[in-house]
Nanobody, 118 residues
Framework: VQLQASGGGMVQAGGSLRLSCVLS????????VGWLRQAPGKEREVVAS????????YVADSVKGRFTIAKENAKNTVYLQMNSLKPEDTAVYYC????????????WGQGTQVTVSS
C-alpha cells in the first residue's frame, strides 16, 4: 500500500482545510488509515483514524467537534475535514496506515504542512 497526501496550506484561525490521502496498491480492507500530526517541539499525535472495511472512526479529543475523518471507497481516498482551525493546529500532517491489530502505523505518506495564523 502506498499513500499520497495533499491539501495542506495556510489559513487564518477559524478557517477550514480538507486534507486528502489517496491509497494505492492491492486491497485495503484490513487496514486502518490515520491522520497524524507533529508540531515543532512536540510529539507526533494521532488526530483521527478510520477502518477501511467498516464504519469505525476515532477522533482525538483535541480536535473533536472540529475535525471529521471520512473515506470515499470509489476514489480510494481518506479525507480529513478540518474546521474552526486554531493556531495550535499548526503542524505537519501525515497520512499513515497499519493493519488492524497492529499497535503502530508502519506505512507512511509524505507530510503536508498546515499553518494556522492568528
Amino acid at each position: 500500500v502506498q499513500l499520497q497526501a495533499s491539501g495542506g496550506g495556510m489559513v487564518q484561525a477559524g478557517g477550514s482545510l480538507r486534507l486528502s490521502c489517496v491509497l494505492s496498491g492491492r486491497t485495503f480492507s484490513r487496514y486502518v488509515v490515520g491522520w497524524l500530526r507533529q508540531a515543532p517541539g512536540k510529539e507526533r499525535e494521532v488526530v483521527a483514524s478510520i477502518t477501511w472495511s467498516g464504519p469505525s472512526t476515532y477522533v482525538a479529543d483535541s480536535v473533536k467537534g472540529r475535525f471529521t475523518i471520512a473515506k470515499e471507497n470509489a476514489k480510494n481516498t481518506v479525507y480529513l475535514q478540518m474546521n474552526s482551525l486554531k493556531p495550535e493546529d499548526t503542524a505537519v500532517y501525515y497520512c499513515a496506515a497499519k493493519s488492524r491489530g497492529d499497535a503502530r502505523y508502519n506505512i507512511w505518506g509524505q507530510g503536508t504542512q498546515v499553518t494556522v495564523s492568528s
